[in-house]
T-cell receptor, first 114, second 116 residues
Framework: AQSVTQLGSHVSVSEGALVLLRCNYSSSVPPYLFWYVQYPNQGLQLLLKYTSAATLVKGINGFEAEFKKSETSFHLTKPSAHMSDAAEYFCAVSAVRGAQKLVFGQGTRLTINP | GAVVSQHPSRVICKSGTSVKIECRSLDFQATTMFWYRQFPKQSLMLMATSNEGSKATYEQGVEKDKFLINHASLTLSTLTVTSAHPEDSSFYIC????????????FGPGTRLTVL
């Protein structure tokens, strides 16, 4: 069965600092991996996704993630945090090939300190 | 990017009544839509997969008679919470799968259901 583990339910960084949100996955098939962001009382917005092409994936708002098969990881990074990045971030893996039956991690709340 | 809408965004109802939530893909056709439930400060839990023109597939532990799903067109899926009770209060989020070259799920803004 597919699963996702996000290390750290809460991450706090200073404005301008590096953002690193960790995600490890387990999948019995080559995975599709996703990062979504959720602002309070809103739905999810896709940041980026990995679909077996380039291992370094660039997304919106300056975020990127690197797929590392040997480490079963898909960590999300941003070189310089902005106050507007404060939100909940979810990593997800497809339970089957393609963008369907997503299994989500527990989420990481990102706080940006001025 | 593709847009998915949900209506209503917030609903308060009395215990025992039924509530219908609509999910629409606005600029693409979605043969597959998904319904999730999110409890406060928790992750999303997939409730069911809705396929246009066929019966929905429910996840284990989800009562299909309580959560009725209809996907009558390529742009609309509905979730009806029947005989709602306070424990059904939650944030319900739908998503629609775009089968184009992006093959991505796009999420609606969610519906906050409060059952009194």
């Amino acid at each position: 069965a597919q699963s996702v583990t996000q290390l750290g339910s809460h991450v706090s960084v200073s404005e301008g600092a590096l953002v690193l949100l960790r995600c490890n996955y387990s999948s019995s098939v080559p995975p599709y991996l996703f990062w979504y962001v959720q602002y309070p009382n809103q739905g999810l917005q896709l940041l980026l996704k990995y679909t077996s092409a380039a291992t370094l994936v660039k997304g919106i708002n300056g975020f990127e993630a690197e797929f590392k098969k040997s480490e079963t990881s898909f960590h999300l990074t941003k070189p310089s945090a902005h106050m507007s990045d404060a939100a909940e971030y979810f990593c997800a893996v497809s339970a089957v090939r393609g963008a369907q039956k997503l299994v989500f991690g527990q989420g990481t709340r990102l706080t940006i300190n001025p | 990017g593709a847009v998915v809408s949900q209506h209503p965004s917030r609903v308060i109802c009395k215990s025992g009544t039924s509530v219908k939530i609509e999910c629409r893909s606005l600029d693409f056709q979605a043969t597959t839509m998904f319904w999730y439930r999110q409890f406060p400060k928790q992750s999303l839990m997939l409730m069911a997969t809705s396929n246009e023109g066929s019966k929905a597939t429910y996840e284990q532990g989800v009562e299909k008679d309580k959560f009725l799903i209809n996907h009558a067109s390529l742009t609309l899926s509905t979730l009806t919470v029947t005989s709602a009770h306070p424990e059904d209060s939650s944030f319900y989020i739908c998503s629609a799968r775009d089968y184009s070259f992006t093959d991505t799920q796009y999420f609606g803004p969610g519906t906050r259901l409060t059952v009194l």
